[in-house]
């Protein structure tokens, strides 16, 4: 989506497209945007899906809120994830070099393109990263 209009600061979008979105299946996934992964195929097929949105609700915005608040945004994901019945499996986002702290997530499974944006909006969140039937994490900018 490098093309589509965003009012994110560029060298925030480029950190998103570095970060490792690592979740804790066993075994564990590490996805990278536009990176085909064979390991994230295994799972939707496990689940029976054919897509998944990786997601977190700490720092809306990339605004860092202090712990306790990001705790419990997260805990209140993971309860509207339950609510929906969508498998999900917890994970972090970390950026191998930038020293920003790693972000609590899940990998969600079985929610389309609209629906995993809709969910990246109401959490407040820049971007998410969303994955078809083919593999290839996708970076999606929300703003």
């Known amino acids: 989506m490098s093309d589509t209009p965003t009012s994110i600061d560029p060298t925030v979008v480029t950190a998103y497209r570095e970060t490792e979105y690592r979740v804790h299946s066993d075994p564990p996934v590490v996805l990278l945007v536009g990176t085909r992964n064979s390991g994230l195929r295994s799972l939707h097929e496990r689940h029976g899906v054919a897509s998944s949105v990786f997601i977190t609700a700490f720092n809306p ?32 986002g970390q950026h191998p070099s930038n020293g920003w702290p790693g972000e609590p997530s899940f990998l969600s499974l079985g929610l389309d393109l609209e629906a995993a944006k809709a969910l990246g909006i109401r959490w407040e969140q820049n971007a998410i990263v969303w994955t078809g039937a083919d593999g290839v994490p996708q970076l999606l900018l929300l703003r």
């Open 61 to 92: 915005y990339s605004r860092e809120l202090d712990p306790a608040e990001n705790a419990s945004r997260q805990a209140s994901l993971a309860a509207e994830l339950r609510r929906l019945n969508l498998a999900h499996i917890p994970g972090i």
